[in-house]
Each structure stands twice: as C-alpha cells, then as structure tokens.
C-alpha cells in the first residue's frame, strides 16, 4: 500500500516567517501534486512536480521533487495571513490508473 | 466552466435513513473521484470512474455504500443505511484526463448523521 506521511500535521506561525513542509514516502510516484483547501471548500491544485529534483516555484512557494521521486518539500518565504489552510501532497499512483494517494495534510495558521 | 457540482452543500439525517448525494463532473473531462474526508483520516478515495466505468472501488467501506455514474454528466453516491460515523465531508472531483492531470474538486457535502 502506497501511503504518504506529511508532516508537521499543523503549524501556527508569525507573519513574515518561513516555513518548510514534508512530504515523504517509502513508494515512488511517477509525480506529486501539492493541494491547498481553504476552510468550506474543495481542495485546490497548486503545482505538479514529476521529475525527480525538479524543483518549482509559484510566488513565494517553492515546491521540490525527490531525487528518487519518494518525497517532496513546499516551502513558503515570508508567509502572510492569506497563506493560512490546509496544505496537502497527494502522489500519483504509478500504475496505469493515475490514481491520488494524499498525506494527511499539514494546516497552516499564519497570524497578523 | 460552473466547475464540479454538488449537492446537497449540507445534509442532517438520522442513522438509518438513505442519504443520496450527488455530482456533476465539469463537462468533458472522463474521470470522475468520490472522497470523503475526516479529521482523523485526512482525505480518503472512496471510488473513482473513467468514462462512467468504476475503476477501483476499495475505498468504499462497506455495502451500505454505493456509487453509480449512468451517463457522463452525473454521478451519486448513496449510504444506505446511514449511521453516524459516516457524518464527515463527501467530495466529488473530475478529471479531464484518465491518467493525470489536475483533479477540480467540488464544494463538498457535509454529512451529519445524528
């Protein structure tokens, strides 16, 4: 069973810290997405990473991919309070299903 | 696009009762995923379609639960009968492609079973 271990599971910060979120595996996936849901709402896609050290970025998010494609990193520069929800990895299943296995997810509180 | 459709965004019911919850994948794409997502068990893949056909139903807990998808603009997910430790958030999500790609998740169901 492919599972996927986020970590920390929450994180309450300051305005303006950085901070780095975990995503690791023992499985590898053919690529990783990293989801953001806010509170009443359906999970959102932020990024796919699918080669093994790609790294992303997407404003002051930065998004790295594995070497081995087991594990995955978001980290947020200078977070602000729009930053705040849950976080979520979900790997793609290697078989021909293109099936999401998600972490737990990591709840991000960011305050003023 | 309206993206993915939910409905009902809330349902109250009594342990016991048939709840039917229901879905509109957005137009065009061929996958389809029903979740639910718990505090303790994060988010959960229950069952997923690839043009209307179930793929991969191990997710669904039990027989009390079933999934139908008669034609590529609709699909339900019926728990029958309901009990309370089904109450949490039932999600629809689509896919334009069978493999990969972006998942567009709905709004969600609150299921409350009391």
């Known amino acids: 069973t492919q599972l996927l271990e986020q970590s920390p599971q929450f994180l309450s910060i300051q305005e303006g810290e950085n901070l780095t979120v975990y995503c690791n595996s023992s499985?590898?996936?053919?690529?990783l997405q990293w989801y953001r849901q806010e509170p009443g709402e359906g999970p959102v896609l932020l990024v796919t990473?699918?080669?093994?050290?790609e790294v992303k970025k997407l404003k002051r998010l930065t998004f790295q991919f594995g070497d081995a494609r087991k594990d995955s990193s978001l980290h947020i520069t200078a977070a602000q309070p729009g930053d705040t929800g849950l976080y979520l990895c979900?790997?793609?299943?290697?078989?021909?299903?293109?099936?999401?296995?998600f972490g737990q997810g990591t709840t991000l509180q960011v305050k003023p | 696009d309206a993206g993915v459709i939910q409905s009902p965004r809330h349902e109250v019911t009594e342990m016991g009762q048939e709840v039917t919850l229901r879905c509109k994948p957005i137009?065009?794409?061929?996958?389809l995923f029903w979740y639910r997502q718990t505090m303790m068990r994060g988010l959960e893949l229950l069952i997923y379609?690839?043009?209307?056909?179930?793929?991969?139903d191990s997710g669904m807990p039990e027989d009390r639960f079933s999934a139908k998808m008669p034609n590529a603009s609709f699909s339900t997910l019926k728990i029958q009968p309901s009990e309370p430790r089904d109450s949490a958030v039932y999600f629809c999500?689509?896919?334009?492609?069978?493999?990969?790609?972006?998942?567009?998740f709905g709004p969600g169901t609150r299921l409350t079973v009391t």
């Open positions: 999500a689509s896919r334009r492609t069978q493999l990969g790609g972006e998942q567009y």
């Open positions: 499985s590898v996936f053919s690529s």
């Open positions: 990473v699918v080669t093994g050290g």
């Open positions: 979900a790997g793609v299943s290697g078989s021909n299903t293109g099936k999401l296995i």
């Open positions: 137009s065009g794409h061929n996958s």
């Open positions: 379609f690839n043009n209307n056909v179930p793929i991969d």
